[in-house]
Structure formats: C-alpha cells, structure tokens
C-alpha cells in the first residue's frame, strides 16, 4: 500500500467516523432521550390521546432508524466514490 | 368450509410450499451452504433477515406484551429494531468485506487467538440453542393448538421440515424460504390488524388507528387509559418501572440484537459492501411493518377484551359481563387453560381487577392467537394465524441452526481439528452438523428445561456482552490485542452470568438463587435482562485496558483492519 493511497484511506476512515457519530447521536437522542429521558418534558405535546414522548417510543423512532440507516447508506455511498475505495 | 380442514390447507400449502423451495434451491458448495454463494439481493436478504429475526416470539408474544406493559413495552421495540441501525454502521458491512463465513472466524482471525475463536464459538452456541428451543417448543404449540395434534407429533413434523430444507439447502435454501415465509407471517399478522383498527377507528391502517379516535370521538388510547385505571391498573401510557433499568434494558437488546451470530451471518450473502448497508434497512422496512403494527394490536385487542368483560361501569354490580353470556371465542379459549375465569365472590359475573378480587386470568400470548376471533373475521384469517405463527417459529429456527451448525463443522472441525479437509468432506459435515444440531434442539424442545423461559436473556445477555463488544473492537479499534479481546470477553460474559444467575438461580436451578429476583434487590434497580448493556461497558473497558498494557497487534494484524474498513476488493472474497 503506497503512502498516498495510506492518506486518503486514513481521510475516509475519519470521514466515515463523522457520519457514524452524527447518526448515532440521532439515534440515542430519538430513543433514549424523546423516548424515555425527555418523555416528561414532552408531555405537553398532546398526540392522539397520549404525548408526544410515546410516540417516540413506540412508533416514531423505528421510523426514523429506517430513514437513518438509508441516508447513511447513501452518504457512504458518496464517500466510497469521493475516495475511490469503492467496489468495482 | 369448518376451521379445522380450512388450517389443514393453509399450513399443508405453505409446507409444501417450503419443500418445493428446497429441492430448487439445494446447495452444491460449502460457499452456498455457508453464505448462498454470496448471490443474495440486498432487498431479498433484507426480506429473509426479517423472517429469520422475527421469531415465535415476535409473532406471538410481543403484542400480548405490549398490551399488558403499554408504554413500559416501549423496551422492546426500541430495542430489538434499534440494533439495526447498529448493525448497520458499525459491523454488517465490514464483515461482509472481510468476507468469511462465520462470526468465530473473524474473531479468531482478528484476534490471531485460537481461545478468542473458542470462547466465541461457545457464547455462540449456547446463545443460538437456548434461543432455538424456544422456537421449537413455538412449533409443538402452534401445532397442538391449531390441528389439534399432540405437542410431539407437532415437534416431529416441523422437525422434518426444517431438516428437509435446512440440510439439503443450507443457506440457501434457508434464504429462500425464509422470503417465502416472510410473505405468510406478514399478511398473517397484518390483515387482523387491518380489520380491528377499522372497527375500533375506521382507519385501515393501524399504524394511524393507533392514535386515532373511538366511535364516541375519544380518543384510542385516551380511553384505554381511562378503562384501566377504571379497572384498578396503572395507565395504558404511563411508565411504571424505573427509568434506568428501562434504557439499559433498550441498550442490552439494541446490543444483543446486533450481536446476535445468526442475524449477522446474513449479511454474509450479499455481493458487496455496499449491499450490506443496503441490506440492514431493508431488513427493517420489512421488520418495522411487524413492529410498528404490534402496538396498534396491542392497545386495540387489550381495549376490546376489557370492554368485552367489562361492558358497564366498574362501580355498578352488572357492570361486569355474566359468565353465562360469555362469547364463543371465550369458551375456546377456557378449553386450552390460557383463560382461566374463577368466580371468588360467587356473583356469576367475571371481575377483572387488578390484585385479589381478580377473577380473570388471561395468557398474554393469546392476544395476537385470538384477535381474529374476538373481532370476528372470517375462518381463513385464523387460518393464516396459524400458518403465520409456525413461519415465524420455522423461519428462526432454521437460521439459528445455521449458526450452529457452521460454527461446527466450519470453526471447530476446519479451524482445529480436520485442518486439511476436503470441501466435500465439510460440506459433509455441515450437513450432519447441522442435523445433529436439529436433533439436538428437538430432545430440548420434547423435554424442555425448566428454565426455558428465563434463557431468552441470556442469549441477548451473552451476543451483548461479549460478541457485539469484540466485533465492534476489532473494526474500530486497531490497538486491541489477542488478551484483550479474550479478557474482555470473558469479563463481560462473566459479569453478565454472574448477575443473572444471582436473581435467576444458578445455572438456572430454581431455588438456588442468591437474591429474590424482585425490583427492590436488583442492584441500583437493574434486571437480570437489562445486566447485558453493563457487561459490554465491562467487556470494553477491560479490553482496552488490558490491551494497553500488552503488545500492539502485529503488523499484518493491522494492515487486516485497514483493509476491511475499506470496500474496495471485497468481490475477491468471493471465491473463498
């Protein structure tokens, strides 16, 4: 492995390491904070009955995992190229 | 058309179904038992990880939980959904582009140990087959209770079947089935769910029935509330139990489902990397549909057995429905022992109460079995129910006997011990690997042991603390090394047993436990179940200690994970 291809490969490495964390700050705060952590501050929030903290909890963050784990497949997707490691 | 031959249809149609699928797709190489010759569609792996992932318990139980926890249930949910996301950005495409056929061999190989690919190969084993027990004991209760067959002639039948197609298709057979059986479990689960959310909201969709509005402009859930704490329960939307143990047993099942060998090895079957970040979404469209539906049947079949034995107000005396007039679904349901009425004040009326003036007691995993009857729907809709319940329960455990199975013939016999065995010979021996291992799940699902409920836990607790953290290490942390990697293995499994066997009896022996296994002696308000998300804190910790104060990795080490973090070349491994 040649020194430059060494580099690029370390600045995908890092770049992919941003997406990840971001997403998973998403992730925790969807579930763990809007879902349970934060529920009482949400209880204003009316939503069919109930608040928006359950909502969350038993709906709203499955949707939004779905979306996380295409929009992160897209993005790498885009890296993959931008660093020309990608397959083929 | 009566009930019974209509069931005997519908399940004999999907069973040949999945013997069909067999003959078509037998396996030629170790590669397509192991891996379906790494030729599987994203969209298709997807389908057939839903179908694997989705258990018995999925199928039956989750709503039923849901019902009787409301909003607590929420765990579960989060939990076994939230690990895709996971799976997802931290282990499915890097594995993939490593591109092996198990989750010991990565180990082993990453961690150039052979103990750290023997201790994977037992938490992988004692994982997959306490999990696969309980489906089988799925199948034999599927069987008895629809066709009215004894529990063992029901065992011995899905035994067959899943030798028939697991053994001659491998992995690829089992992909396909499992499309197939995706297809009967999801239309099974949601077409009931349809038709109640259009009685109870007139909205076609559960997933908007849910918070939608009752007949009398109230909302669903509004008024489940207002049911239950009518009826001396806590509110369908409140949260009862502690707020730590609730988020540490979210993190403990998001960990354990991402670490869960036989979800993992799926991702083995698609071409490239790409297609394996590709694939885990998929996997949770198709596990969502389930998932996002099993609330709205939770709430809504909760709601209508409170109404149906509670049709007045609590505080009049013939509030409470007469025994006499109990519906038919009722009665069938009292002949199989999972609704059990008992009248203690002698009024002839059925009291459903919280705590002693209880007479009713009802099964939760009847929930999901009895929806279509208590919403009257037509005979094929049961029909489906039950062909949907033994997809499930069949589905999950052809996967898990996989896992198994390569693990043995692939980790231990070609790892160790027949180094220099022909591929013909292994694919010999995952063959009888694998029908030894279905043998074997059998003789537990005939005699299941007593602790068969409790060991769900410890599969999650076990693929959380020590697979999930050592395949994570090992992508995203060069500097971990061979001891540190089996010291934080054994540390968090250990830690994690430990806890477990401490409120659940050791090794599971009832009586034997240190401390009751109640809310107020659990350690800072921690359960057994959620002890899992605390061992891989363990496992981390001590792994990257231990790991700093020993050796780097060696250099071709190194240079392994530079490579698999990086797509490119990952067509090569297709040859293997």
């Not at chain 2, 031959?5 to 397509?32: K, S």
């Not at chain 2, 993190?251 to 979800?263: D, K, N």
Request: proline share 4%; net charge neutral; aromatic share 12%.
């Amino acid at each position: 492995m040649s020194t430059a291809q060494d580099m690029s490969g370390q600045a995908y490495w890092k770049a992919n390491i941003r997406l990840v964390t971001i997403h998973l700050i998403v992730w925790a705060f969807v579930s763990y904070f809007c879902g349970i952590l934060l529920r009482p501050m949400l209880s204003g929030i009316p939503i069919g009955g109930t608040d928006l903290g359950f909502w969350f909890a038993q709906q709203g963050s499955m949707f939004i995992f779905i979306a996380q784990i295409f929009i992160y497949a897209a993005q790498m997707n885009k890296l993959d190229r931008r660093f020309d490691v990608h397959e083929d | 058309m009566d009930l019974q031959t209509l069931t005997y249809i519908v399940v004999g149609a999907t069973f040949a179904l999945y013997i069909g699928i067999a003959i078509w797709a037998r396996a030629g190489t170790t590669g397509e038992f192991y891996a379906a010759g790494r030729g599987i569609h994203p969209v298709a792996n997807g389908m057939a990880t839903a179908a694997d992932w989705m258990s018995a318990a999925s199928f039956i139980s989750m709503a039923g939980l849901i019902a009787f926890m409301g909003y607590d249930a929420s765990i579960f949910l989060m939990g076994w959904t939230g690990g895709y996301v996971l799976l997802a950005m931290l282990l499915a495409p890097y594995l993939r582009k490593f591109g092996k056929f198990t989750v010991p061999e990565f180990i082993g190989d990453r961690y150039y140990s052979q103990t750290a690919r023997i201790v994977a190969v037992i938490c992988l084993i004692v994982a997959s087959l306490t999990y696969v027990i309980g489906q089988m004991k799925g199948i034999g209760v599927a069987f008895s209770r629809f066709l009215e067959l004894d529990y063992e002639t029901g065992l011995y039948t899905g035994m067959v079947i899943v030798f028939f197609y697991a053994v001659l298709g491998g992995m690829k057979g089992i992909t396909y089935t499992q499309i197939a059986q995706y297809c009967v479990l999801i239309f099974a689960y949601t077409i009931p769910a349809i038709f109640i959310s259009l009685q109870l909201t007139d909205n076609p969709i559960p997933q908007l029935g849910l918070w939608g509005n009752l007949e009398d402009g109230t909302p669903l859930l509004q008024k489940l509330d207002m049911t239950l704490v009518d009826l001396g329960f806590g509110e369908y939307t409140a949260q009862k139990g502690g707020t730590l143990n609730m988020v540490l047993y979210t993190f403990s099942l998001m960990l354990g489902t991402a670490g869960l060998p036989h979800v993992i090895i799926r991702f083995f079957t698609v071409p490239k990397v790409r297609d394996a970040r590709y694939s885990a979404g998929w996997a949770l469209v198709f596990i969502g549909i389930l998932y996002t539906t099993a609330p709205a049947v939770g709430s809504m079949a909760f709601y209508n057995l409170a109404k149906t034995v509670q049709p007045g107000p609590v505080a009049e005396a013939d509030g409470a429905l007469s025994y006499e007039q109990r519906p038919q679904w009722f009665k069938n349901w009292e002949t199989t022992g999972l609704l059990t009425f008992e009248d203690k004040n002698g009024d002839g009326r059925i009291q459903y109460r919280k705590g002693d003036a209880n007479e009713l007691k009802v099964d939760r995993d009847i929930m999901v079995l009895a929806n279509p009857e208590i919403a009257k729907l037509p005979n094929w809709v049961i029909a489906l129910v039950a062909a949907g319940g033994l997809a499930a329960a069949l589905s999950t455990a052809a996967g898990l006997l996989l896992a198994i199975s390569s693990s043995i013939s692939h980790d231990l016999l070609k790892g160790m011990f027949a180094k220099g065995i022909s591929e013909k010979g292994e694919l010999l021996a995952a063959r009888v690997a694998m029908a030894g291992a279905i043998v074997v799940a059998g003789y537990f699902g005939l005699h299941p042991p007593g602790f068969a409920a409790q060991v769900v836990a410890l599969a999650f607790g076990l693929a959380a603390s020590s697979i999930f953290p050592a395949l994570m290490m090992g992508i995203f942390n060069k500097r971990v090394n061979n001891v540190g990697a089996v010291v934080g293995m054994l540390v968090g499994l250990s830690a994690t047993l430990v806890y477990i066997f401490t409120y659940k009896g050791w090794f599971f022996i009832p009586g034997t436990n240190t401390l009751p296994n109640t809310a107020d002696n659990w350690f800072l308000g921690i359960s057994p179940e959620a002890f899992g998300a605390v061992g891989a804190m363990l496992n981390f910790a001590s792994a990257i200690i231990v790991s700093k104060m020993t050796a780097e990795p060696p250099e071709h080490i190194q240079h392994l994970v530079e490579d698999i973090r990086v797509p490119k070349g990952a067509g090569g491994a297709v040859d293997h």
